[in-house]
């Protein structure tokens, strides 16, 4: 296939023509005279020369019949042949130019008219003849002439598909200097280059194009067409900057040149390809402004992609959603304008929208290149309006679908990652992180195998979460912030499997960074763990230092608990009480989660020291906890706090809205099997009644207790002996003295068991039985003499007291008589 080679101008086949010379000869004269050779040759010269080519043909064509062996018949024949060729008298042209050949072979210009000839056998596609004319003019003293038949040479051999051979013969043209008498030079050195890019050798190319672009002596066809080609390899090489250097120059050059239109929308893609949207939106708006522009699909397009560029997506929205709805429009760019309008969308939050036209783009396209971006774009659409169940699965669509190197990869897996996440679906978050840190090419493979820890230890499975954050340290040691974040996770996971002697470890290397923020922090956890692994005394130094930093307010509650758990622990109560009671006065709402078991020991402390305020603060601040263990051991202690403090009805209170809510089914428990009975509530409530004087209550809930089932033998101790009280009072002893005695003869209860001793005492003196009141009392004391002593100088017992007086050493009594 030949190289395209642009039309060879008049002037230059005028100039073809003036190659073979022309001789002044005076005018004919009329045909009435009788005219003279001289006078011939001058008339048809004068026709010549005002261009009445077909009356000057006639005349030449008369000169050469009536005077075939004139000196001058050469010349006028020569002149009859570019009359002919000048009218488009082809065959009769060809058929001048053999008679002359023939007739004056040895002529210079039967020489020369081989150039004419081997031009109408080339037009009439007869190649190798119209070569063989051209190839006589190789030799050809005048380097015009012989440039001239080597340039159509070269075409004969494009056209007869000897390309190498063609391009070699313009080669050797193209390559000599350009200057004014050799117009072809330039003309071969195009089609050398033309030649090149057929053969994708683009940069050997543009070399050749820029010298026809920037050299004198190109005409002007060839110079616009190289520099559009030479701008056009530069653009294609991303060297933007250099080509709309070129395109305006052509522009200045030509401005209503052939590629005038091209260059100008290509000088638009220039700006904008290097980021310059600004000057691309000037020029494209210039254009647009123009009255015999039309509708262009392609600037129209880099014009809205330009104010896209420029964040101005709601000017750019209506741009694309014309070039989309134009029929004009190709198909291809149809699509891209319809892409670019979920971009606006999206970027204008445009929520609602960006879906709708995500999914009918998606159906329309559905196997774009660009569909995944779509599909992601639909997701973070759904991601912004908080539909994270909807955003998952265009966001997993636009993972499946995405091919090669996506832009969107990373973000769109830290979108779906996010919407699991928020979902609850840590695990499945986990697994997706996890395996983007295991990738190649992956940003930054650290942090995704520390989102991954994250996402595992919200899930739960610590185990995991742990080889995750293990992998970051192991894996990834220069990343210094991924690196600390998975240290700070450690200690906290390894503290919560109680594995702390690594959480102390991993501390201690936190605290030797010299790059670590919020040493405070640490050394109030150092503190913690040593606590827990008993290293009290280390733990109360780590806490001193905690609260002696400077940023200690921070971790001011939790330093002071375990801190005052360390002076418990070490055997300073009284330390440990003044400073747990700096937590106590803080907000309840600022009070870290302690431990409950810590919080119920100090609450017994205060309480056994008299200070109930504080043992009540710790009960009612455990009442908030969510485990239904701790509520009700919370509930129970507060009723015994406020019965000391002898709120009676604030603990009646108390105790009947927990009833309520174990009834109703309102606390949870751990193990519900093995949860509490309500009639362990009823047993304490049942005594509140007693001493509040309701004693219909409080039989009625001592009934209730004793006729539980699997309930504990203290709690029926407590009923047994309020039964017996009441009834006592209300002088029924014989009814009250099974309760009294079964106090403490099935029990041993610290409390109720001496209670029902006394009790069964009284009773026994009422229905006259002093000798078994005088055994119990015998009892009481040898079992429980801190209570004996306490009621030794009750009316009841005091005159028993005074029978039982120890022995003083008397012979014992003469026995009774038989």
């Given at each position: 296939?030949?190289?395209?080679?642009?039309?060879?101008?008049?002037?230059?086949?005028?100039?073809?023509?003036?190659?073979?010379?022309?001789?002044?000869?005076?005018?004919?004269?009329?045909?009435?005279?009788?005219?003279?050779?001289?006078?011939?040759?001058?008339?048809?010269?004068?026709?010549?020369?005002?261009?009445?080519?077909?009356?000057?043909?006639?005349?030449?064509?008369?000169?050469?019949?009536?005077?075939?062996?004139?000196?001058?018949?050469?010349?006028?024949?020569?002149?009859?042949?570019?009359?002919?060729?000048?009218?488009?008298?082809?065959?009769?042209?060809?058929?001048?130019?053999?008679?002359?050949?023939?007739?004056?072979?040895?002529?210079?210009?039967?020489?020369?008219?081989?150039?004419?000839?081997?031009?109408?056998?080339?037009?009439?596609?007869?190649?190798?003849?119209?070569?063989?004319?051209?190839?006589?003019?190789?030799?050809?003293?005048?380097?015009?002439?012989?440039?001239?038949?080597?340039?159509?040479?070269?075409?004969?051999?494009?056209?007869?598909?000897?390309?190498?051979?063609?391009?070699?013969?313009?080669?050797?043209?193209?390559?000599?200097?350009?200057?004014?008498?050799?117009?072809?030079?330039?003309?071969?050195?195009?089609?050398?280059?033309?030649?090149?890019?057929?053969?994708?050798?683009?940069?050997?190319?543009?070399?050749?194009?820029?010298?026809?672009?920037?050299?004198?002596?190109?005409?002007?066809?060839?110079?616009?067409?190289?520099?559009?080609?030479?701008?056009?390899?530069?653009?294609?090489?991303?060297?933007?900057?250099?080509?709309?250097?070129?395109?305006?120059?052509?522009?200045?050059?030509?401005?209503?040149?052939?590629?005038?239109?091209?260059?100008?929308?290509?000088?638009?893609?220039?700006?904008?390809?290097?980021?310059?949207?600004?000057?691309?939106?000037?020029?494209?708006?210039?254009?647009?402004?123009?009255?015999?522009?039309?509708?262009?699909?392609?600037?129209?397009?880099?014009?809205?992609?330009?104010?896209?560029?420029?964040?101005?997506?709601?000017?750019?929205?209506?741009?694309?959603?014309?070039?989309?709805?134009?029929?004009?429009?190709?198909?291809?760019?149809?699509?891209?304008?319809?892409?670019?309008?979920?971009?606006?969308?999206?970027?204008?939050?445009?929520?609602?929208?960006?879906?709708?036209?995500?999914?009918?783009?998606?159906?329309?396209?559905?196997?774009?290149?660009?569909?995944?971006?779509?599909?992601?774009?639909?997701?973070?659409?759904?991601?912004?309006?908080?539909?994270?169940?909807?955003?998952?699965?265009?966001?997993?669509?636009?993972?499946?679908?995405?091919?090669?190197?996506?832009?969107?990869?990373?973000?769109?897996?830290?979108?779906?990652?996010?919407?699991?996440?928020?979902?609850?679906?840590?695990?499945?978050?986990?697994?997706?992180?996890?395996?983007?840190?295991?990738?190649?090419?992956?940003?930054?493979?650290?942090?995704?195998?520390?989102?991954?820890?994250?996402?595992?230890?919200?899930?739960?499975?610590?185990?995991?979460?742990?080889?995750?954050?293990?992998?970051?340290?192991?894996?990834?040691?220069?990343?210094?912030?991924?690196?600390?974040?998975?240290?700070?996770?450690?200690?906290?996971?390894?503290?919560?499997?109680?594995?702390?002697?690594?959480a102390e470890t991993l501390i201690q290397d936190l605290l030797a960074r010299p790059d670590v923020t919020g040493r405070s922090r640490l050394l109030a956890f150092l503190g913690f763990?040593?606590?827990?692994?008993?290293?009290?005394?280390?733990?109360?130094?780590?806490?001193?230092?905690?609260?002696?930093?400077?940023?200690?307010?921070?971790?001011?509650?939790?330093?002071?608990?375990?801190?005052?758990?360390?002076?418990?622990?070490?055997?300073?109560?009284?330390?440990?009480?003044?400073?747990?009671?700096?937590?106590?006065?803080?907000?309840?709402?600022?009070?870290?989660?302690?431990?409950?078991?810590?919080?119920?020991?100090?609450?017994?402390?205060?309480?056994?020291?008299?200070?109930?305020?504080?043992?009540?603060?710790?009960?009612?601040?455990?009442?908030?906890?969510?485990?239904?263990?701790?509520?009700?051991?919370?509930?129970?202690?507060?009723?015994?706090?406020?019965?000391?403090?002898?709120?009676?009805?604030?603990?009646?209170?108390?105790?009947?809205?927990?009833?309520?809510?174990?009834?109703?089914?309102?606390?949870?428990?751990?193990?519900?099997?093995?949860?509490?009975?309500?009639?362990?509530?009823?047993?304490?409530?049942?005594?509140?009644?007693?001493?509040?004087?309701?004693?219909?209550?409080?039989?009625?809930?001592?009934?209730?207790?004793?006729?539980?089932?699997?309930?504990?033998?203290?709690?029926?101790?407590?009923?047994?002996?309020?039964?017996?009280?009441?009834?006592?009072?209300?002088?029924?002893?014989?009814?009250?003295?099974?309760?009294?005695?079964?106090?403490?003869?099935?029990?041993?209860?610290?409390?109720?068991?001496?209670?029902?001793?006394?009790?069964?005492?009284?009773?026994?003196?009422?229905?006259?039985?002093?000798?078994?009141?005088?055994?119990?009392?015998?009892?009481?004391?040898?079992?429980?003499?801190?209570?004996?002593?306490?009621?030794?100088?009750?009316?009841?017992?005091?005159?028993?007291?005074?029978?039982?007086?120890?022995?003083?050493?008397?012979?014992?009594?003469?026995?009774?008589?038989?």
């Amino acid at each position: 296939m030949s190289p395209c080679l642009p039309s060879i101008p008049k002037t230059a086949l005028l100039a073809l023509a003036l190659l073979l010379g022309a001789v002044s000869l005076p005018a004919q004269p009329t045909k009435t005279d009788v005219l003279t050779p001289e006078e011939q040759i001058q008339f048809a010269e004068g026709n010549f020369q005002r261009k009445f080519y077909d009356l000057a043909a006639k005349e030449y064509r008369y000169f050469v019949e009536k005077y075939p062996d004139h000196e001058l018949a050469p010349h006028a024949m020569f002149r009859l042949i570019v009359c002919l060729r000048t009218l488009g008298r082809t065959d009769e042209t060809f058929s001048a130019i053999n008679q002359f050949q023939a007739k004056w072979a040895d002529h210079e210009y039967a020489t020369r008219l081989f150039l004419w000839k081997g031009e109408i056998l080339f037009n009439q596609e007869r190649y190798d003849t119209a070569a063989a004319c051209f190839k006589r003019l190789l030799l050809n003293e005048d380097s015009k002439t012989q440039e001239t038949a080597q340039y159509f040479l070269a075409q004969c051999y494009g056209k007869e598909g000897k390309n190498d051979l063609a391009l070699q013969t313009y080669a050797t043209l193209g390559e000599k200097p350009f200057d004014a008498d050799h117009i072809y030079r330039p003309y071969a050195l195009f089609a050398v280059a033309v030649g090149h890019q057929q053969k994708d050798q683009f940069a050997e190319a543009a070399k050749l194009f820029q010298r026809l672009a920037t050299e004198e002596h190109v005409p002007d066809p060839v110079r616009e067409e190289a520099m559009y080609r030479w701008a056009e390899y530069e653009f294609s090489q991303g060297k933007h900057e250099q080509a709309a250097r070129i395109y305006t120059d052509l522009l200045a050059r030509y401005p209503d040149g052939v590629f005038s239109r091209e260059a100008g929308k290509r000088l638009i893609w220039a700006y904008y390809s290097l980021g310059n949207y600004a000057k691309a939106i000037e020029l494209a708006r210039a254009w647009l402004e123009k009255p015999d522009r039309g509708f262009d699909y392609e600037l129209e397009y880099v014009y809205g992609a330009s104010l896209a560029g420029t964040e101005s997506y709601a000017e750019a929205l209506p741009v694309f959603r014309k070039i989309a709805a134009r029929p004009q429009t190709p198909a291809e760019y149809a699509q891209m304008a319809r892409f670019q309008e979920v971009v606006c969308l999206l970027n204008l939050r445009q929520y609602d929208d960006t879906i709708t036209a995500a999914d009918a783009y998606a159906i329309t396209y559905p196997k774009a290149a660009d569909v995944a971006t779509v599909y992601a774009f639909g997701g973070q659409a759904y991601m912004a309006k908080e539909k994270y169940a909807e955003a998952v699965p265009r966001l997993r669509k636009a993972l499946d679908t995405a091919v090669g190197q996506w832009p969107y990869y990373e973000s769109t897996n830290l979108f779906l990652a996010e919407a699991l996440d928020k979902l609850g679906r840590h695990a499945e978050a986990a697994v997706l992180q996890r395996k983007l840190a295991d990738e190649k090419g992956i940003e930054n493979p650290a942090y995704f195998l520390l989102k991954a820890g994250e996402s595992h230890e919200k899930a739960g499975d610590t185990a995991a979460a742990v080889s995750d954050f293990e992998g970051v340290l192991k894996r990834f040691p220069d990343q210094a912030g991924e690196v600390k974040s998975a240290m700070f996770h450690l200690t906290q996971l390894y503290a919560e499997r109680k594995e702390y002697p690594r959480a102390e470890t991993l501390i201690q290397d936190l605290l030797a960074r010299p790059d670590v923020t919020g040493r405070s922090r640490l050394l109030a956890f150092l503190g913690f763990v040593c606590y827990q692994q008993d290293k009290f005394e280390e733990a109360k130094q780590h806490l001193l230092a905690a609260l002696a930093a400077p940023e200690a307010a921070s971790v001011r509650a939790n330093a002071d608990f375990y801190l005052a758990g360390c002076y418990l622990e070490l055997g300073q109560t009284d330390e440990a009480l003044r400073v747990f009671k700096e937590v106590l006065s803080l907000p309840a709402d600022q009070r870290p989660l302690f431990p409950a078991d810590l919080l119920f020991r100090l609450d017994r402390l205060y309480y056994e020291r008299g200070q109930y305020a504080e043992s009540e603060t710790i009960v009612r601040w455990l009442l908030d906890r969510d485990q239904g263990e701790t509520v009700y051991q919370a509930s129970l202690r507060l009723s015994d706090i406020l019965v000391a403090q002898n709120k009676l009805p604030d603990a009646q209170e108390m105790l009947e809205i927990l009833l309520k809510r174990l009834t109703a089914g309102e606390i949870t428990f751990a193990d519900p099997a093995n949860a509490p009975m309500k009639e362990e509530v009823r047993a304490v409530l049942g005594e509140i009644y007693y001493r509040l004087g309701k004693n219909d209550l409080a039989v009625e809930a001592m009934e209730s207790v004793l006729n539980a089932e699997g309930l504990g033998v203290e709690f029926k101790t407590r009923a047994r002996w309020i039964l017996a009280e009441i009834l006592l009072k209300e002088n029924h002893p014989q009814q009250a003295l099974p309760y009294a005695v079964k106090c403490f003869v099935l029990a041993q209860d610290p409390v109720y068991s001496p209670r029902g001793m006394y009790t069964a005492i009284r009773a026994f003196l009422a229905i006259g039985s002093e000798e078994n009141a005088l055994q119990t009392w015998r009892n009481l004391k040898a079992t429980y003499p801190a209570f004996a002593a306490q009621i030794r100088g009750e009316a009841a017992i005091a005159p028993l007291a005074a029978k039982d007086l120890p022995e003083t050493g008397a012979a014992e009594p003469p026995p009774k008589p038989e």
